[in-house]
C-alpha cells in the first residue's frame, strides 16, 4: 500500500492519545462505502474527526457527526453491520439526564437507535427514540457537525502551506449547506438536511426538543449530499436502503460460492466475500476492487491484481475488469514526477484536490516495480482459467508494451529494479514500500537501484506466461525469447540471492550488487511463482514455517532474529494475511499442503478475533494461550486482499485449478480446514458451464466429487 514517509504513526503513541484527533483502533470503527463515496465512524455512530469521516472522491464532506441527547453523550449497547455490508446499525441508551422540563429521566430509559447507508454519494440516516420509561419526555436531542474538505492525504498526516476559501455556511429552516472552493477552482458542497425544522440550527449543531411519550416512539431523519434534495423522509430512507441491497446482492451474486459444515467457518467465508463486494466498484471498464478503507479507498494497481488472482478460481469477470482498467491506464510517457515509462503499469490514482494541483504525484502514479509483470501474470492466469482468447487478443499489444518495459528497465543488471526519479515519489516500490522496509543485515539502508527478490520472482512469472500465450498465437519467436528470459531470471535468482549461510534468500540486491542478508516473507512469493529448485523450496518453507516467522496467527513479514524486527512496525514483523496467503499458495504448489492448513487455521482463528473480518495488518507478536492477536491501530478495514485471503487459502488447501481450455477441473492432494468435514462449491463456472464441485472428508482422507452441473459435463482430474 502506499504509505507516505511523513504519515507514520507510532502505535504506542496513537494508543496513548486519548483526545479528539488520536487514530482510534480499525476493528473498533465500521466503514460503509458505495461508488467513490465511503463513511467511517466509531460503535456510537459518531464521526469525531481523526481518520474518520464521511468521503467523497477523496475530499472529507463530513468531519464531525455526533449525536447527544439532553446534552451528554450515549450509552452504548451495541454496534453491528448487516451481513451484507449495507447497514450499520448502532443501538444506544441515555445516561441519567433531565427532560425539558426538568423532571429526572434515570439511565436506560429511552433506546436510541441510529440506522445508516450510503447510496450514489449520500450518507443517509434514521435515528429512532423509543421511550420505555413510565412518563412522557421532551428531551433536548443534538446533532453536532463539521466539514473541513480536507484532502485525504490531509487526513493521513501531510501538510499544506496553503488552502482554498470555506465559504460562510448558508443555514435555512431544515438544512445547512456548507461550501469550499478549492485552489484547483473547484467547488465542493455539503448538505445537511433533516426530516424536521430544528428548534435551533447553527453552522455546527442543529438541535431538536422530542416529546416521546411513554411505550412511543419518535424518528428523525438526515441526510447528508452534495445538495438539498427533497426533505429527508421515511420513503427516501427505505427506497435508499432497498437500491443499495439490491445492488450489494447482484455484485455477491457474481461468481461461485461456498458454503461447508462448518457454521462459525461460513460466517467468516460469507464477511470475506461481502467485503470484497463491499470495496468492489463499478468502472467503466468493469468491476474493480479498491484498496481498503480509509486511506485506499481508490484504485491501486498491485492490490487490484492480487485481489483478483486471489478471486480467480471463483469469479474471473473481477480479473477482467481490472485487467482492462490497468489496460486503459497504462503509461505512454516519461514522467519523472510521476515515475511513468512507456508501458509501465499504474500503481495508484487519486481525484483529490492535492492530486489535481500535483502537490502529490498520486495522481496518477507509477511508482510500483512490481505492478507491471503482475498484470502480465493475471492475464495469463485470466487466460489459463478462462480460456477467453478474445479478451487476451485486446489486451496484447497491452502486454507485449508491458513486457518490452521490463526488458529495457532489467538490461543493465539483468534484474527489474527500482529508484524513484523524484524525490516526492516513494523511496521504496514494492509492497513493502515504508522507508525502512529494505535494508542491509547491519541496518544500513541501501542505495538504489534495488531489486528485489520476490519481483524477479513475479517477472519469471510474467515471462513464463507470455511464453505460452505466444506459443498458442503461433509467435514462436517470440515465445522463444520470453522462455529464455524466464529460464536466465531464475538462474541469475538461484545465483545471486541465494544465501548459503542462511539457508534462504536475500531481501534485495543492491545498487552496489550486495545482497540484503535479511530473511523476510518476500522469499515465500517465489514458492509461490514456482521458481526455486524443489530442495530450496523445502528449505525456504522449513524457515517460513518456523518460529521466527509463524506467530501461530500467520506470518511476520520478518524474522524475528533482524535487527529491524518490531511485532508493532507495518512492514518489520507485522503479519499481513495477504502475505500469509501467497506464501501458503507456494508451499501448495510444492505439495507442504497440511502446512497449509495449519496456516488457513490461524487466518481463520484470527478473523474470528477480529470480528469475522481480517485487517489489512495486525501486529506480530507470537500466539500465547487465551490470548487474541493484537490489531495495529491504524489498519485498512476492510481491505480487499485480506478479505480475498480467505479464498487465496481455501484454493490452497484444496490444490484445485481449472483449465479454461480444456474445460476441466483439477484437484491435488486435497485438504479441508480443521473442524470441516464437507465443502461444496456451488455454480463453479468451468467454460460455458456452472458445476457444484463437493469435497467430502472421509477417514484421513478427503473425496472430491462432482454433485450437480447445471448446464453439462465437465470432467474432474483428481490426484491424491
Known amino acids: 500500500m502506499t504509505q507516505l514517509d511523513e504519515r507514520k504513526l507510532d502505535p504506542a503513541i496513537a494508543l496513548a492519545s486519548l483526545d479528539d484527533t488520536a487514530p482510534r483502533e480499525p476493528h473498533r470503527l465500521y466503514a460503509l462505502k458505495h461508488s467513490d463515496c465511503f463513511a467511517v465512524a ?14 467523497r472522491d477523496d475530499t472529507r464532506m463530513l468531519s464531525e457527526f455526533r449525536l447527544t441527547v439532553g446534552g451528554r453523550s450515549l450509552s452504548l449497547l451495541g454496534a453491528s453491520l448487516s451481513q451484507d455490508n449495507v447497514l450499520f446499525t448502532s443501538n444506544l441508551t441515555n445516561l441519567p439526564i433531565e427532560s425539558a422540563a426538568g423532571r429526572q429521566i434515570p439511565q436506560g430509559a429511552i433506546h436510541i437507535e441510529r440506522v445508516r447507508l450510503l447510496w450514489e454519494e449520500r450518507l443517509y440516516e434514521r435515528i429512532t427514540l423509543s421511550n420505555y420509561s413510565r412518563e412522557h419526555s421532551t428531551v433536548l436531542v ?113 461468481g461461485a460460492t461456498l458454503h461447508s459444515s462448518g457454521r462459525v467457518f461460513n460466517d467468516w467465508m460469507e464477511r470475506a466475500r461481502a467485503d470484497v463486494a463491499l470495496l468492489t466498484t463499478e468502472l467503466a471498464t468493469g468491476p474493480y476492487p479498491y484498496a481498503g478503507i480509509p486511506w485506499f479507498s481508490t484504485a491501486f494497481g498491485r492490490d487490484g491484481v492480487i485481489s483478483a488472482l486471489q478471486m480467480l478460481w ?71 482459467r478462462t480460456g477467453d482468447t478474445e479478451f487476451i487478443d485486446s489486451l496484447w499489444p497491452s502486454l507485449c508494451a508491458a513486457a518490452e518495459w521490463i526488458e529495457t528497465a532489467s538490461r543493465s543488471t539483468g534484474f527489474l529494479t527500482y529508484q524513484r526519479a523524484a524525490e516526492s515519489g516513494l523511496a521504496n516500490q514494492g509492497w513493502k514500500d515504508s522507508f525502512d522496509s529494505v ?32 506459443r498458442l498465437r503461433g509467435e514462436e519467436e517470440r515465445s522463444e525469447n520470453w522462455e529464455l528470459r524466464a529460464d536466465a531470471i531464475r538462474q541469475h535468482v538461484e545465483r545471486h540471492f541465494w544465501i548459503e549461510d542462511l539457508g534462504y534468500y536475500a531481501l534485495a540486491i543492491d545498487g552496489d550488487g550486495q545482497p540484503c542478508k535479511v530473511r523476510t516473507s518476500n522469499a515465500g512469493h517465489l514458492l509461490y511463482v514456482g521458481l526455486p529448485n524443489p530442495d530450496r523450496a523445502r528449505i525456504v518453507a522449513d524457515q517460513l514455517l518456523s518460529a521466527s516467522f509463524h506467530s501461530g496467527w500467520g506470518l511476520r513479514t520478518l524474522a524475528d532474529d533482524a535487527i529491524f524486527f518490531n511485532p508493532m512496525s507495518y512492514h518489520n ?122 469435497f467430502q472428508r472421509v477417514g484421513d482422507r478427503v473425496g472430491a466429487f462432482l454433485a450437480d452441473a447445471h448446464e453439462g459435463l465437465v470432467p474432474l482430474v483428481v490426484r491424491s
Not at 481490472?322 to 515509462?341: I, M, N, R, Y
Not at 502537490?359 to 492475464?379: C, K, M, Q, S, W
Open 42 to 55: 466509531d460503535a456510537y455512530g459518531d464521526i469525531r474527526g481523526a481518520g474518520d469521516g464521511f468521503f
Open 314 to 384: 471463483l469469479n474471473p469477470g473481477l480479473a477482467r475488469g481490472v485487467l482492462a482498467f490497468l489496460a486503459q491506464h497504462q503509461a505512454t510517457e516519461t514522467s519523472p514526477f510521476s515515475d511513468s515509462e512507456p508501458g509501465k503499469i499504474m500503481h495508484e490514482t487519486r481525484k483529490g484536490e492535492m492530486a489535481a494541483l500535483s502537490e502529490l504525484p498520486f495522481g496518477r502514479y507509477y511508482g510500483g516495480v512490481d505492478t507491471t509483470p503482475l498484470y502480465i501474470h493475471l492475464a495469463c492466469a485470466y487466460a489459463d
Open 142 to 254: 443534538s446533532l453536532r457537525f463539521g466539514v473541513d474538505f480536507r484532502d485525504m492525504f490531509e487526513v493521513r498526516g501531510s501538510t499544506r502551506s496553503k488552502r482554498g476559501t470555506a465559504h460562510t455556511a448558508e443555514i435555512d429552516q431544515s438544512s445547512v449547506v456548507l461550501r469550499y472552493e478549492g485552489l484547483d477552482e473547484v467547488e465542493r458542497t455539503s448538505a445537511i438536511s433533516f426530516s424536521q425544522p430544528p428548534d435551533q440550527l447553527t453552522s455546527e449543531r442543529a438541535d431538536f426538543f422530542i416529546a416521546v411519550t411513554k411505550r412511543s416512539r419518535q424518528t428523525l431523519y438526515v441526510e447528508v449530499g452534495s445538495k438539498t434534495d427533497a426533505r429527508p423522509q421515511s420513503d427516501r430512507f427505505r427506497a435508499a436502503a432497498a437500491r443499495a441491497r439490491f445492488g450489494m446482492r447482484a455484485k455477491r451474486r457474481h
Open 573 to 694: 514483523g507485522s503479519i499481513w494475511p495477504h502475505d500469509t496467503a501467497i506464501c501458503a499458495a507456494g508451499l501448495a504448489r510444492y505439495g507442504i499442503r497440511d502446512n497449509v492448513v495449519r496456516l488457513m487455521s490461524g487466518t481463520f482463528e484470527s478473523a474470528v478475533h477480529f470480528n469475522m473480518r481480517l485487517p489489512e495488518l495486525f501486529c506480530g507478536f507470537t500466539r500465547a494461550a487465551g490470548e487474541a492477536p493484537i490489531a495495529y491501530p491504524v489498519a485498512c478495514l476492510p481491505q480487499a486482499w485480506s478479505a480475498g485471503s480467505a479464498f487465496m487459502l481455501m484454493q490452497a488447501c484444496l490444490g484445485l485449478q481449472i483449465d479454461g481450455r480444456t474445460n476441466e477441473i483439477h484437484v491435488t492432494q486435497p485438504r479441508l480446514p480443521i473442524g470441516i468435514d464437507n465443502l461444496v462449491i456451488r455454480h463453479l463456472s468451468v467454460g460455458h458451464v456452472a458445476v457444484d464441485l463437493t
Open 439 to 470: 535494508f542491509h543485515a547491519d541496518g544500513r539502508i541501501p542505495k538504489g537501484p534495488i531489486a528485489l527478490v520476490e519481483v524477479q520472482g513475479y517477472v519469471f512469472a510474467a515471462f513464463q506466461g507470455l511464453a505460452k500465450l505466444a
